[in-house]
């Protein structure tokens, strides 16, 4: 890896802390046993002290779970292709038929929803989903795109039906543990990042979200973490290389609601779409709302973590960084 290369991008990210766009920022880039990592505080300073704090990944989750779903795939547990409406009686309606687990992963639903917390008085992650089909659909099934977070709700609810576990126990015990990702959880007890700018969003406290246990969105992790988990996906620590393709191979490309005239690139769990010039089609990646992003190229053996924590700060900054080793 040339150092050049992440020289640059270590002042890039300097400037985006100093004009205030993110507070402070871990980098980490590997090329098969080269790891190169940055980590500053909000003055642009070293600071290796939050290499072990837990980052609030938001919608890395996302891919998370969504390899938790390829591992009871290939068990047999839980098919990408097993109808919700044979698991979730409340998806009885005839329009939900052919909705199935691969439509939650690439957000085909015909259910939009942002990021709700749940109320852990009146409902558990395993109970809530009848709200989702309560709000009403926003369109027909598989005819569009539109990203959704309370829709993973539907496989925590599945989950629990086919294996009468929780989705916390099964990703503890199928990835975390396998993987080596000791500081991954939905509640981390200690060192966890204030997430900056969250209360600017909800009158609820960022516990509020722990406790929602959102399969979409609610997870924590660490650097170490998270290169352990991409170190584990390409050695076949997780699944096979044959269904790491499949996943990772682009599903149901439909028009996206956002903007009609471009077309969806999801994957079971991950995301293809083009960020940036000279994007390999080898790539994929999944962002967070608090500016995080896990990128991993299986071709040339390489993975990109980026961690920072202002809520809805969005993943620009990332992505102008990622690009940096693609010149």
Not at 34 to 45: E, T, W
């Amino acid at each position: 890896m040339n150092i050049e290369t992440f020289s640059t991008a270590e002042n890039y990210i300097r400037q985006q802390i100093s004009e205030g766009i993110i507070p402070c920022a871990i980098m980490a880039a590997r090329k098969g046993k080269d790891l190169r990592v940055s980590i500053l505080n909000g003055q642009g300073k070293p600071a290796p002290e939050l290499r072990n704090q837990a980052f609030l990944l938001a919608s890395i989750t996302k891919s998370i779970v969504g390899t938790l779903c390829a591992v009871l795939h290939e068990e047999g547990t839980l098919r990408f292709d097993e109808k919700l409406s044979a698991l979730l009686p409340e998806m009885s309606d005839p329009v939900d038929a052919t909705t199935n687990i691969g439509n939650i992963l690439t957000h085909c639903t015909g259910y939009s929803t942002g990021v709700d917390l749940i109320d852990t008085t009146r409902f558990t992650p395993e109970n809530y989903y009848p709200e989702i089909i309560r709000q009403g659909r926003s369109y027909q099934p598989q005819t569009l795109m539109d990203y959704s977070t309370m829709t993973y709700n539907f496989i925590s609810a599945a989950v629990y039906r086919k294996t009468g576990r929780k989705l916390p126990e099964l990703l503890q015990e199928k990835i975390c543990a396998p993987a080596g990702m000791g500081n991954t959880s939905f509640a981390p007890k200690n060192h966890r990042m204030p997430v900056v700018d969250w209360n600017k969003y909800y009158t609820q406290p960022v516990e509020a979200l722990m406790a929602s246990e959102l399969a979409g969105g609610g997870l924590w992790s660490t650097l170490d973490d998270l290169l352990n988990f991409s170190g584990a996906l390409l050695a076949g620590k997780l699944i096979s290389s044959a269904t790491l393709q499949e996943v990772t191979t682009i599903k149901d490309p439909l028009p996206m609601a956002c903007n009609a005239n471009y077309m969806s690139a999801r994957t079971w769990g991950w995301n293809k779409e083009k960020c940036f010039d000279g994007q390999p089609d080898s790539g994929f990646y999944h962002g967070g709302a608090t500016g995080t992003m896990l990128w991993i190229d299986p071709a040339q053996d390489f993975t990109f973590v980026f961690l920072t924590n202002r809520w809805m700060c969005g993943n620009d900054h990332a992505f102008s960084i990622l690009k940096y080793y693609y010149r």
